[in-house]
């Protein structure tokens, strides 16, 4: 099945929708199985949706609390659900590629591709 475009920007702004609710939405960034930062996202979290594309707006910077590589990052809502796994190789750019507990972590830019 493959869905115009029209659908997959709908299904976009449902995620996005969910991301708003509330408080703060999180992108919780792991080095394995470890926790080395958690970025408050904006809320509005994002930028534009296009194509189903979520492009996220760029947050603050935070201090990390453990240290590491970069492994993989989850997009939580601000009840703690998870939207999303990400691989943080290959779906978000970070300011560095090695998070040093006590040392600022700052999101470059970050997408999230809705795929039927």
């Not at 949706?49 to 240290?67: D, L, R």
């Not at 993989?72 to 601000?78: E, F, V």
């Not at 943080?88 to 040392?103: H, S």
């Amino acid at each position: 099945m493959i869905y115009e475009s029209e659908a997959l920007n709908a299904m976009a702004h449902g995620i996005a929708a969910r991301l708003n609710e509330g408080a703060n939405s999180t992108l919780a960034i792991y080095a394995g199985d470890i926790l080395a930062a958690e970025i408050v996202l904006t809320n509005p979290a994002e930028q534009s949706i296009v194509g189903g594309v979520i492009t996220f707006k760029v947050p603050p910077q935070v201090i990390a609390v453990a240290s590491g590589v970069p492994t993989t990052a989850k997009i939580l809502t601000a009840a703690g659900a998870t939207i999303a796994t990400l691989d943080a190789a290959t779906e978000l750019v970070l300011d560095k590629d090695k998070i040093y507990m006590g040392g600022y972590v700052g999101l470059t830019s970050m997408t999230l591709q809705v795929t039927a």
